[in-house]
């Protein structure tokens, strides 16, 4: 049926960029061909390349729009805490439920505080690291900080209506999973999976496949991932999960549970993987995370990372992670369409999301750092605090000094240990290698000069060669 509906339907255009699109024809049909069945919401979602996959097929084409139009829902996400932050792979969930709380829904994260000591083997080649208790727990209250940051940016920034939002909920699994016995879990849910859908699993398959296998507890992850959507279900009466694509296995999963418990309908909605220009996940497995955790990711590196994009990546991620409307995108666009070195786009994407992550005073600070290091700007340098200098040059020593009378250029740079001693160092001055607060300081025995050498936050920033920073912060002045 679906098949047949699509053929009458046109194509959704993909972009080609860091993002993995729909692709099914199923999510085409939901979209475009019954105006009776459409979502307001699921529309604009869809508009947006939020959603790409649906589940169940035949429900998700009237059902779901239906119940959506009913009265507010509760939709929910999980995030294991396998590190101590969420990073920019999970943003794109974290923005649906987002979407899903502006339209008036419930929502509720889940930390799974219990699941992440078994490892779900989703998108991976081999078993994770087992993690200590105390590791989770840690990581846990790490998450926990992250989601409460980013909805409250949220709420602050982008909400016109903040009271007509939707509550939000963070719940740890490992509050109910706690008190259960295993043969007490296994024969409760163990029963109501059949291990012919178990085992044809996407997740299942790649890892059966490969050399190191599979071991029985990441096979039974998707028992209590399923598990998670029921007791959801019962206790918040939640029918909608969000997940990346990754995760449609567990939610189909979590699918079987409820309808062989309940024979009630559930739903399930998967957003699009991030991923690098090689087309590799984006996340903590792949060494490659862009955290959300300002200790772990400055604000100027989170802003340099969406400031860099390649330009066929900025529309559909100007879609994703932003809450703009289209029709400012597409204004966006047009605007870097006629002036493209400008990077228009680039640099609404990047404050956008940067503002939604780190706040207002993240953004500052970020765009503070981009210009004191790109556009060589005093100004911004007097306004950086200590924090902000040693997250930019995060490989620079940072050296704090008594200022000597009469100490010069020569004096702060061996001090800085920045220049060799000896004859070499001094020459190295006079050949010009040597820059201080972005101007060139080819006077080796020049006085230290206030507002020049020495700004008024009592930073000198020395460069020599084109990367090679020192910082030097005096303490009287």
Known sequence: MAASIARSCRTVSRVKSHIIFAKSSYLNA??????????????????????????????????????????????????????????????????????????????????????AQIGDPSGRSNERERLSPATVEQNARGIMESLHRVFTHHELHFSPDPSRLGRLTV?????????????????????????????????????????????????????????????????????????????????????????????????????????????DKLGKTAGNAVWLNP????????????????????????????FLPLAEVEKVMEQQRRDPGKRTAHKRLAAEVTKLVHGKEGLESAKRCTNALYHSSIQALEQMSDTELQQLFREAPFHELFLDPGSTVLDACRRAQAIPEGPRGYQMIQDGG?????????NPEQVLVLGQHILSNGLSLIRVGKRNFYILKWLSM
């Open 30 to 115: 939901l979209f475009h061909c019954s105006s009776s069945t459409r979502s307001g919401l699921l529309l604009s979602l869809h508009n947006r390349g939020l959603l790409k996959e649906s589940f169940p097929e035949h429900a998700s084409q009237a059902e779901l729009p239906d119940l959506l139009r009913s009265g507010p829902q509760t939709v929910y996400c999980g995030f294991d805490p396998t590190a101590d932050s969420l990073h920019a792979g999970n943003l794109l969930a974290i923005i649906g439920l987002m979407h899903f709380r502006s339209a008036g829904h419930e929502v509720i994260a889940v930390l799974g505080g219990a699941t």
């Open 295 to 322: 200790d772990k990711t400055s604000p100027f590196e989170f802003y340099q990372y969406f400031l860099r994009l390649p330009d066929n990546s900025v529309e559909a991620y100007l879609k994703l992670f932003t």
């Open 434 to 442: 040597v820059w201080i607060n972005h101007q060139r300081a080819a």
């Open 171 to 279: 719940l740890n699994n490992r509050s109910w999973y706690k008190d259960w016995q295993v043969l007490e879990f296994f024969s409760e849910v163990g029963r109501c999976f059949r291990m012919g859908s178990m085992l044809s699993r996407h997740s299942v398959q790649s890892r059966l496949k490969s050399a190191e296998g599979m071991s029985f507890s990441e096979f039974s992850y998707q028992l209590f991932q399923a598990f998670d959507f029921y007791r959801l279900h019962q206790i918040h009466g939640c029918r909608i999960q969000i997940g990346g694509t990754d995760q449609l296995g567990n939610i189909m999963s979590g699918h079987e549970l409820i309808h062989r418990k309940t024979g009630e309908e559930v739903f399930g909605l998967t957003v699009p993987l991030v991923t690098t220009s090689m087309g």
